[in-house]
């Protein structure tokens, strides 16, 4: 493990709870191993994995303060805020690997993975295309009554895109449950924000709408936390918001893409920006935890992701008779495969 | 109920004030639809009823007006969602097509997205190459998405009501040419399925499809063969997915020839997917090759001499009606 910074924000906060943070977010960080893992093995169906090594804080911090019954969309780099949400490790990583036993049959995969029973209204493999459904589920949340919030995490590859900005505009305008969580971790694939905008204080730009906004460091998983517990509290209350979550992407855009744009000296530096190893550090010079405990902590979760590979592998791929189901409801009549069209055609008298 | 004139914008709005009566769910948003009461009235005085939670004017964001739709459904909303015009859905076609029409199959079926996309389209106000056209093919090319396209007062009242209680997202097309027809209609007679066309007319000598206004002027047309001895039957599709091709087979295999009307482009259009069907499907039968009556394929300009060239209207079914059945027909 790469040294963490130094711990700027050591004094004791008592309305987090850092043990428990440092579990979710050791959780994401072996999980997100393992996905490699799967790759490197040939189980994951296809390459398009895009792990969120070096953002655990933003999913854990957050979703520490969200409740059930609040929905989210995620984007593609996603994993990490679905675990927080409380996602079956064994489900995740089964659909990651287009097997039955995925909570998308298969069907999904990595980036289209959601679960209705947890909020989650999906992952999104178009960059900002998740944003606006949380400004219909806010709609349907203040039209039903239910004092529940939605929230949509992206990256900061999402600020380029106009949806954003008009769903930003929505949800200020028509005071909506909402929360715009912007997970900064500087690249949007190969391009370093500051190629891509020249105001990369991010948050400004919800200010302008009219939002509550502002910028965390991503190292600190109890800033991001505090945050969250604000923000939320006021999205409850009718009060959108807007949180930048600054954090660095340790490792390529996918699995394959070993980051030739960005140089060893750039990655070393932005590898300290490590939000577990500070969490871990903090625990210990608390006095929360002791050594032993901590690394008895890690061997369990390292147990349980490890287990989350060998249930992928022992699951089934889909069988081929369910290719033609969910295209629509279903009541409906299943469309008609081309080999059975063809045969119907060519079987003519 | 008694029978009573109704235009086919009436139609429309009667039938979104009965599901907003009938479901607090219905919530209609977009851009115009409240205080101004829709840009072709269809939504006027909805927002007195229903108020503006339930008749939601929008800012002018088209792709996050059919996104927060998507989000309103999956979150238990039954949304329509205005597009003002049609020719905006170039705007949409990511929440539309890679997020409302692929939801309920990417996650496994967990979830639909029961949201109605209102909009309109077609030739016939000079509104130029960006507010004219007839794109049905981008949603009918989209797996996921139901295409209603009604082209009778009757049709627009009915098809609408049931969109609303579809459990897949339903593009539902209306035609500006036709929002001022009156029809003498009972709203209360049981309605033709969703998903069957409608035999508008019934004759022995070829079957021309047909959606939307188009309807009009291919019924304009046989009525004018008939005076040449000319029979057709005239299919009036309603809904284009579901697309009900069994009555199509059923008419084409018994008359033998088939020309298909349609006033989207003809390259790669809803026209070319009919004949290609009919071609493969009644091969057997057809005495004549399925012949394409479509818009030309250009931009639709705002002379109305050139926009009325632009698109099939009574005149060119006619004659090519009248070239098809030429030489078989004794004169």
């Known amino acids: ?93 089964a659909e990651i690997g287009g097997k039955e036993a995925g909570y998308c049959r298969g069907k999904g995969g990595s980036m289209h993975i959601a679960d209705m029973g947890l909020g989650h209204l999906g992952a999104n493999a178009i960059v900002g295309g998740g944003i606006p459904a949380i400004i219909g589920a806010g709609l349907a949340a203040r039209h039903h009554g239910t004092g529940k919030i939605s929230v949509a995490f992206f990256g900061d590859g999402a600020t380029g895109q106009g949806i954003l900005y008009e769903s930003m505009n929505m949800a200020a305008l028509w005071r909506l449950p909402c929360v715009f969580v912007c997970i900064n971790n500087q690249y949007g694939m190969g391009t370093r924000i500051d190629q891509a905008t020249a105001n990369a204080v991010l948050h400004e730009r919800a200010h302008a709408f009219g939002l509550a906004a502002e910028t965390v460091d991503g190292l600190d998983v109890e800033a991001v936390a505090e945050a969250a517990e604000r923000l939320v509290a006021g999205a409850r209350e009718g009060r959108p918001a807007f949180l930048v979550v600054d954090c660095y992407r340790f490792y390529g855009h996918a699995r394959k893409d070993k980051s030739p744009y960005r140089d060893a000296t750039e990655e070393e ?69 081309v080999r059975t069209r063809i045969d119907r055609i060519l079987a003519r008298a | ?142 797996p996921g998405l139901r295409l209603a396209m009604p082209a009778t007062v009757s049709d627009a009242y009915h098809l609408l009501r049931m969109a609303l209680t579809k459990p897949d997202p339903v593009v539902f097309i209306e035609h500006k040419a036709l929002y001022t027809m009156k029809e003498t209609v009972d709203l209360d007679a049981e309605p033709l399925a969703w998903g069957k066309s409608a035999v508008r007319r019934e004759g022995k000598d070829l079957v021309i499809v047909t959606y939307s206004r188009q309807l009009h002027y291919v019924m304009e047309a046989a009525k004018k063969l008939s005076t040449d001895g000319i029979e057709a039957t005239v299919i009036d599709l309603r809904t284009l997915n579901p697309l009900d091709f069994d009555t199509i087979r059923e008419h084409v295999e018994r008359a033998g020839r088939a020309m298909v009307v349609s006033e989207s482009v003809m390259t790669a259009g809803v026209a070319a997917e009919l004949s290609a069907r009919i071609t493969e499907e009644c091969f057997d039968y057809l005495e004549d090759p399925v012949v394409r009556v479509a818009g030309e394929d250009i931009p639709i300009s705002v002379s109305t001499a050139l926009e009325t060239g632009s698109v099939p209207g009574p005149q060119l079914i006619l004659e090519t009606a009248r070239k098809l059945l030429g030489a078989r027909v004794a004169a």
């Open chain 1, 1 to 93: 493990m790469t040294k963490p910074e130094a711990i700027h924000a050591a004094s004791a906060r008592p309305n987090t709870d850092l043990p428990q943070l440092y579990r979710t977010m050791r959780r994401i960080r072996t999980f997100e191993e393992r996905v490699g893992e799967l790759f490197v093995r040939g189980q994951s169906a296809g390459s398009m994995l895009h792990l969120s090594i070096g953002e655990e804080s933003a999913a854990a911090g957050f979703c520490a303060h969200m409740q059930d019954g609040d929905t989210f969309t995620t984007h593609h780099r996603g994993h990490g805020i679905f675990l927080a949400r409380g996602a079956d490790p064994n489900r995740m990583m």
């Open chain 1, 269 to 337: 530096t932005g590898r300290r920006k490590d939000p577990v190893a500070f969490a871990r550090a903090a625990l210990l010079e608390r006095g929360l935890a002791d050594a032993a405990e901590l690394d008895a902590l890690d061997a369990q979760i390292d147990a349980e992701m490890d287990a989350t590979i060998d249930f992928t592998i022992a699951q089934t791929e889909p069988p081929l008779s369910t290719m033609f189901r969910d295209v629509y409801a279903p009541e409906e009549p299943e469309p008609e495969p």
């Open chain 2, 1 to 142: 109920m008694a029978l009573q004139e109704l235009t086919y914008r009436d139609a429309l709005r009667q039938a979104l004030i009965d599901s907003m009566r009938e479901n607090p769910d219905v919530i209609i948003m977009g851009e115009e639809v409240g205080r101004y009461g829709g840009a072709y009235a269809v939504t006027k005085e909805l927002i007195k009823e229903f108020g503006a939670e339930r008749v939601i004017d929008t800012p002018i964001s088209e792709p996050a007006i059919i996104g927060a739709a998507v989000g309103a459904a999956m979150a238990g909303l039954r949304p329509v969602a205005e597009l003002m015009y049609v020719d905006f859905i170039g705007m949409t076609m990511d929440q539309l097509g890679n997020q409302a029409a692929k939801i309920r199959y990417m996650f496994g079926g967990q979830i639909g997205v029961p949201m109605v996309l209102r909009t309109q389209g077609g030739t016939g106000r000079s509104a130029g190459a960006q507010h004219s056209q007839s794109l049905e093919a981008y949603v009918m090319h989209t």
